[in-house]
């Protein structure tokens, strides 16, 4: 996906984050709910219905073969989780739901992991840590910097923790589609990658699992597991590189 990275005007940044706040709304809606019990497809179905509701339309609906409005990615399901009718959260389950959304032309991208009923102390200390990562990321979003300081600070963080970045998928840009130039690795060396410059708009997403970030691609091509069965949890933001700092667009 790395090529010609389109910049964004101050008039676009404002479009994507109308974009943005949607998605957080949408979360603030989703942490109230009592998710036992409930399928993933019905978390999927309540996603699709406040985007409509918001007068904006599922980005997820946009990706070529793809047929719902977010993944929803359970326990050892690292990313891309099909809802289905068949799959029932129960207690205690650590639930990635990554969503997007298209309004007036512009895109905004987010994920946020949510623990069911009663959370497990290592639950929680890993989703702690996956939001954690995202923010160290966030941090180094900042004009003159390289993706590579993105994907240090993020893995540095992961990995002091004792934890491990899933590296089969990154961040990328967003904005006026929901997958653009550049790629934005969880990984890398301080000072390499793609050079950040005011105008660009990109996400940062860390998957982290508890134990070694290998994954293995389902035969509906979309699921990802965790090789090993562990545990994974992940957050995305919408970032603006500003030269006033990193403007989070998913977030007041």
């Known amino acids: 996906m790395n090529g010609y990275v389109r910049l964004k005007t101050a008039d676009d940044i404002k479009r994507i984050r109308e974009c943005g706040l949607i998605i957080h709304e949408i979360f ?10 409930q399928s993933t497809w019905e978390i999927d179905s309540f996603v699709e219905s406040l985007i409509l509701k918001k007068g904006s339309r599922p980005a997820f609906k946009t990706v070529r073969g793809y047929d719902y ?7 050892d399901v690292a990313s891309h989780g099909i809802p289905s009718k068949k799959t029932v959260i129960k207690d205690g389950d650590i639930v990635k739901i990554d969503t997007g959304t298209v309004l007036n032309g512009y895109f905004a991208d987010s994920c946020v992991s949510i623990i069911s009923g009663t959370a497990e102390v290592e639950t929680v ?7 954690q990562a995202l923010l160290k990321g966030i941090e180094a979003m900042v004009p ?11 893995e540095s963080y992961v990995r ?5 970045v899933v590296k089969n998928f990154t961040g990328h840009g967003v904005g006026f589609a929901l997958h653009e130039p550049p790629i934005i ?14 105008g660009m708009v990109v996400t940062c997403e860390p998957i982290v699992t508890q134990g070694t970030g290998d994954l293995v691609i389902l035969d509906d091509g979309w699921t990802s597991i965790t090789a090993d069965g562990k ?14 700092g990193p403007l989070v667009l998913t977030s007041p």
């Open 69 to 75: 409005s977010s993944c929803v990615s359970v326990n």
């Open 231 to 244: 545990l994974s949890a992940q957050f995305e933001h919408t970032v603006a590189i500003t030269n006033r």
């Open 185 to 198: 690795p969880n990984y890398g060396e301080e000072g390499k990658g793609t050079l950040l410059q005011e």
């Open 125 to 131: 200390r890993l989703a702690s840590a996956a939001f």
């Open 28 to 37: 603030s809606e989703l942490r109230k709910i009592d998710f036992i019990g």
């Open 144 to 154: 003159g910097s390289h993706s590579g300081d993105i994907g240090y600070r993020v």
């Open 160 to 164: 002091a923790q004792g934890y491990s």
